[in-house]
């Protein structure tokens, strides 16, 4: 037993996948079994989301969605490129929340995009009543899963999530910074005539308008893009001119597509950003990338969920890691999060928080925002 524990216990790495009590049959019998991922939502970024873990062969893959038989023609089609693209995995599409029974990860994408004119704050009525109801389903179908949430408006989804599951917190978190950081450096690689994939480049706070793309930070192989944007204009002036105008479409590039599509919002790029997300999780990989978590006292904030850099693994979030701020990012950030504190205020009034899951994180008295001193 011990051996056959020790060789495969990088396949046990997967989230919801337990040895302690197995004999040695059923720790072989799970160590060949693909991680399995419920997609909850079959819709734009569902589907693309069926695609790319198929292609990169990431886990058996389950679409749920209330439309009848959509799931099924989705997985069906998709299904039908094994032949070209030669993936081994098994997709099923059903109506039934008893099929994502064994998931490791759920990828909920359930609720309305925005049309043109619509902020995000006004998915928040409608996304929440279908969040609720997935949620409950997660919890009694998928209780050993992990979460990813990325339903708008995120932050508040994601909160209401963890609550209606009641799973700790760092099995439930959300998908929007990857995304976000993702559009900050494709702008700034199409400004400075580089690879993208030379940029790192990071955006925390609130999946709104509010959102922080830290410049600061922003890089080219390590060196500073305002320093590369000052050297390509040769005026420090018109470089934070141009920076300015990155940051500003970065933070309104989900109402640009919305405003392109005309009937729906982003799929392509929040899919190939939850895609990376789950990889992390799945292979276990450790990687440190912006997600949607819940600070208890980091950055200052308690008892919110919020956009910050963090570990992932295969216990989900495994650590908030903290970058340092200086006043005029600190004063962005906490401007961005006073508006998931005006998000959450709202599920409060309307009740989608009131019941108490989890005492102690929703209802206890120092639940309020701490701003750093
Ligand atoms: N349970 C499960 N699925 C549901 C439910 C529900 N209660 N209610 C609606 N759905 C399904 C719809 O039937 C639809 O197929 O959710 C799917 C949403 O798909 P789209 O309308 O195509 O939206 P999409 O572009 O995928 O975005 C989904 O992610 O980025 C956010 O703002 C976006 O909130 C939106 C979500």
Redesign the pocket.
């Known amino acids: 037993m011990s051996n056959v524990y020790i060789i495969l216990e990088p396949v046990f790495n997967v989230p919801g996948r337990r040895l302690a009590g197995k004999s040695q049959k059923e720790v072989l019998a799970v160590a060949f079994q693909r991680p399995k991922i419920a997609l909850?939502?079959?819709?734009?970024?569902?589907g693309v989301l069926a695609q790319l873990s198929a292609l990169r062969e990431l886990g058996d893959i389950v679409m749920?969605?209330?439309?009848e038989n959509?799931p099924r023609g989705k997985t069906l089609d998709i299904a039908e490129a094994a032949g070209v693209d030669h993936f081994d995995v098994r997709l099923i599409g059903t109506n039934d929340y008893r099929d994502i029974a064994g998931a490791d990860l759920c990828i909920v994408?359930?609720?309305?995009?925005?049309k043109p004119g619509m902020s995000?704050e006004d998915?928040l009525v409608t996304?929440a009543k279908?969040i609720k109801?997935?949620g409950e389903n997660i919890k009694q179908y998928a209780p050993d899963s992990q979460v990813m949430v990325?339903?708008?408006p995120l932050d508040a989804m994601v909160t209401l999530m963890q609550h209606v599951t009641g799973f700790p917190p760092n099995r439930v978190y959300g998908q929007a910074g990857v995304l976000d950081s993702s559009r900050f450096a494709t702008f700034l690689a199409w400004e400075l005539g580089v690879s993208v994939k030379d940029i790192n480049a990071l955006v925390l706070g609130g999946h709104g308008d509010r959102m922080v793309p830290l410049v600061r930070y922003a890089n080219v192989g390590g060196i500073p893009a305002m320093e590369l944007l000052e050297r390509k204009y040769g005026n420090p002036f018109k470089a934070r001119e141009i920076m300015a105008s990155i940051v500003d479409r970065t933070r309104k590039a989900g109402t640009e597509v919305v405003s392109l599509l005309k009937n729906?919002?982003?799929?392509y790029s929040?899919a190939a950003a939850a895609i990376q997300m789950a990889t992390a999780v799945l292979h276990d990989e450790k990687r440190v990338l912006p997600a949607c978590a819940y600070l208890d006292g980091e950055y200052g904030v308690r008892g919110y969920y919020v956009g910050v850099p963090v570990v992932l693994g295969k216990d989900g979030v495994e650590r908030i890691v903290e970058v340092t701020l200086n006043e005029e990012e600190r004063g962005m950030f906490q401007h961005s999060v006073a508006s998931v504190v005006k998000l959450i205020d709202d599920m409060r009034r309307l009740g989608f928080l009131t019941a108490a899951v989890d005492e102690t994180l929703f209802s206890r008295p120092e639940h309020e925002l701490k701003l750093i001193g």
Do not use: E, K
């Not at 994408?109 to 925005?114: D, F, I, Q, S, V």
């Not at 729906?264 to 799929?267: C, D, I, K």
């Open positions: 909850i939502g079959g819709g734009q970024i569902g749920f969605d209330i439309v959509l994408t359930a609720g309305l995009p925005r995000r998915l996304n279908i109801t997935t990325i339903s708008n729906g919002s982003a799929f929040p």
